[in-house]
């Protein structure tokens, strides 16, 4: 976690792991302090309350979840050689986001963005992790469009959010007991960009 004190940190990073473990309400304030070995006094020193060190925690998590996003989409992104490539570089980043092992972490996200509905305190804390995610996607449509594999006519911002939606929008397949034909959903998504841009 960046610059901040060690203890803190610490009871971050035991608050993320009992949240992967139990869910943001499985656990109380006593087994975070069992866990992390860190007295009540310490944690109320560095958190208004046991709310604020959960808000913490899940604003990690989600800044994690963001920063691998990043790192990998980048990766894939700016080795491409031709649109084409880069129209099968997205398919491939697609087949991946959307996957079946990325189920649980589509929830996370969308459950630590839905918490931000009802908390202005995790709307702050959340609103610059996001920002960041959309700037970075965009920044590399800018590039796409500099190359000329990408349409100048549409914002660069518009399809990063577009990208992140559809993406983060499958928890309602997910979530189904009817679920649909995932080839079906990503030969929608493959015609849908290259449409789009």
């Known amino acids: 976690m960046r610059d901040i004190h060690p203890t803190k940190s610490h009871l971050i990073a035991t608050t993320v792991s009992l949240i992967d473990e139990f869910g943001p309400q499985g656990f109380t304030?006593?087994?975070l302090l069992d866990n992390s070995k860190i007295s009540k006094g310490s944690l109320y020193h560095h958190f208004e309350d046991f709310h604020d060190v959960i808000?913490?925690?899940?604003?990690?998590?989600?800044?994690q979840y963001v920063e691998e996003d990043i790192a990998g989409v980048t990766q894939v992104l700016l080795a491409?050689?031709?649109?084409?490539?880069l129209l099968n570089r997205l398919d491939t980043v697609s087949l991946i986001a959307h996957s079946e092992e990325r189920a649980k972490r589509r929830g996370d996200r969308m459950e630590i963005l839905?918490?931000?509905?009802?908390?202005?305190?995790?709307?702050?804390?959340?609103?610059?992790?996001?920002?960041?995610?959309?700037?970075?996607?965009a920044d590399l449509i800018r590039e796409m469009q500099s190359r000329q594999w990408v349409t100048t006519e549409i914002s660069p911002e518009a399809v990063a959010v577009f990208i992140q939606a559809y993406s983060l929008g499958l928890v309602v397949n997910d979530?189904?007991?009817?679920?649909?034909?995932?080839?079906?959903?990503h030969q929608l998504i493959s015609r849908t960009l290259r449409?789009?841009?």
């Open 175 to 185: 979530a189904s007991s009817d679920r649909i034909d995932m080839a079906k959903w």
């Open 80 to 85: 491409a050689t031709s649109r084409e490539d």
């Open 55 to 63: 808000i913490a925690a899940q604003v990690e998590r989600f800044a």
């Open 29 to 31: 304030v006593d087994q």
């Open 114 to 137: 839905t918490s931000a509905r009802h908390s202005e305190k995790m709307k702050l804390a959340l609103g610059p992790v996001q920002a960041r995610l959309t700037a970075s996607f």
């Open 195 to 197: 449409t789009l841009i």
